[in-house]
C-alpha cells in the first residue's frame, strides 16, 4: 500500500474524452499523385485532395506506406539543440523518399518538447511538467505527452508516454488519464509510479509499462483510438479554450488495421486556396481513411512534408519552410 503526502489530494482524474461522431459535411476524394512526385519506393504511395471542407477551401496530401514492406526504412533525426528546415534534413539524411515535421519545441532554445526515440535511444524527452494558474500557481501539472511508435515487427501503436532524463527507456499508459496535479515542480519515474498505482485501479491500460519499440515520434493531441474519434486534448493539455475549433496547417500520423502509416498534412492559411482544420476535423480525416489510430503532431508555420525532397503543401511561413529540431522519415531500399 502507498501513502501519499498532502501534495498527491491534488491529482486529478479521468477528463472526458472529446468525443466527434458527425461526418465529414463535403465530400471529396483522394487521388493518387505519385507520378508527379519522382520515382516512389514500393510499399510508398503519394495521395491529394482539394476542393472543399465543410464549406472551406482545402487542400491536404497524405503518404500511405507499408509498414509490413521491409523494403522501407522509418527513422527520426534531430538537430541537436538547433533547427532545420525539411529540406536541409532531406539533404542532410541523404534523400529519404519522406520526410515530415514531427514535435513540438521551444522558439527560445530549438529544444524538441515531445519525445524523440530512435533505434533504442531516447532523442529528446518529453516536458512533463506545467505550472499551473491563479490560485494553483504553486502546483503543477504533469501530463503525460501521446506518441506513436513502430515496434521491430513493423506495427505500430500510439500511447501515452512518460520520460526521465535519468532513465534509458520510454513508459507508457495505454489508455488516457487526466494530468496529475501535486506541488512538485518534477515528475521523476518514481512518483509517475505512484500515481500509476491509482490509475491502474481503473482498468488494465492504466499501468505504466516498458514502451518496447524501435522508432517512437511524439506530439499530441490523440486524435482517433480503436477507430473512434476521441480527442484527448484535455488530457494532455496541449491547446487552451476553444483552439482545437480553429483552422490551421496540421500535421499529424496514424496507422490502419491492415498496417498502413498514414502520414498527412494538411494546407492553411492560404486565402482562397487552403484554410486548414480543427482538430475535429483532422481527426474525421484519419478515421475516413480507416485508422485504427491517429495522433496530432505539431502544425500551423511548422506543417512541411517532402517527397523525393519536393513539397506538397506550401507552408504558410512568409519565408517559406520552417526550421524544425526533429524529422520524421520514410527511406527505400538503396
Known amino acids: 500500500m502507498f501513502h501519499f503526502s498532502k501534495a498527491f489530494t491534488g491529482l486529478l482524474f479521468f477528463a472526458g474524452f472529446l468525443f466527434v461522431s458527425s461526418p465529414l459535411t463535403a465530400q471529396f476524394r483522394w487521388v493518387k499523385v505519385d507520378s508527379g512526385y519522382g520515382p516512389m519506393p514500393a510499399g510508398l504511395s503519394l495521395y491529394q485532395s482539394e476542393g472543399q471542407l465543410n464549406g472551406k477551401p482545402f487542400r491536404a496530401y497524405y503518404a500511405e506506406a507499408d509498414l509490413g514492406n521491409r523494403s522501407l526504412w522509418f527513422s527520426n533525426d534531430t538537430s541537436e539543440n538547433r533547427r532545420l528546415t525539411p529540406s536541409q534534413f532531406y539533404e542532410k539524411l541523404g534523400h529519404p523518399a519522406l520526410v515530415v515535421n514531427t514535435s513540438f519545441f521551444s522558439f527560445q532554445t530549438n529544444r524538441n518538447l515531445n519525445l524523440v526515440f530512435n533505434r533504442k535511444k531516447i532523442l529528446a524527452y518529453n516536458i512533463q511538467t506545467i505550472r499551473a494558474r491563479g490560485k494553483d500557481s504553486l502546483m503543477y501539472h504533469h501530463p503525460y505527452g501521446s506518441a506513436l511508435g513502430i515496434r521491430r515487427n513493423r506495427t505500430a501503436d500510439i500511447a501515452w508516454t512518460f520520460t526521465d532524463s535519468s532513465r534509458k527507456h520510454v513508459y507508457a499508459l495505454q489508455l488516457p488519464v487526466a494530468a496529475p496535479k501535486d506541488s512538485f515542480p518534477t515528475f521523476t519515474k518514481k512518483r509517475a509510479d505512484e500515481y500509476s498505482t491509482i490509475f491502474s485501479h481503473k482498468g488494465k491500460g492504466r499501468q505504466l509499462r516498458k514502451w518496447r519499440m524501435q522508432t517512437a515520434l511524439g506530439g499530441g493531441p490523440v486524435l482517433v483510438q480503436n477507430g473512434q474519434i476521441r480527442i484527448t486534448n484535455n488530457e494532455e493539455m496541449k491547446f487552451a ?31 482562397g486556396i487552403a484554410t ?16 485504427e489510430e491517429a495522433m496530432n503532431l505539431d502544425g500551423g508555420g511548422s506543417s512541411t512534408m517532402l517527397i523525393n525532397g519536393k513539397e506538397t503543401i506550401r507552408p504558410s511561413d512568409k519565408g517559406g519552410q520552417r526550421a524544425v529540431p526533429a524529422v520524421f522519415l520514410v527511406k527505400g531500399k538503396q
Open 241 to 271: 479554450g476553444k483552439a482545437i475549433n480553429d483552422a490551421h496547417p496540421r500535421t499529424g500520423i496514424g496507422y490502419t488495421k491492415d498496417g498502413k502509416l498514414i502520414v498527412m498534412v494538411v494546407e492553411g492559411r492560404n486565402p
Open 276 to 291: 486548414g482544420a480543427t482538430l475535429s476535423e483532422f481527426a474525421e480525416l484519419f478515421q475516413s481513411l480507416g485508422c
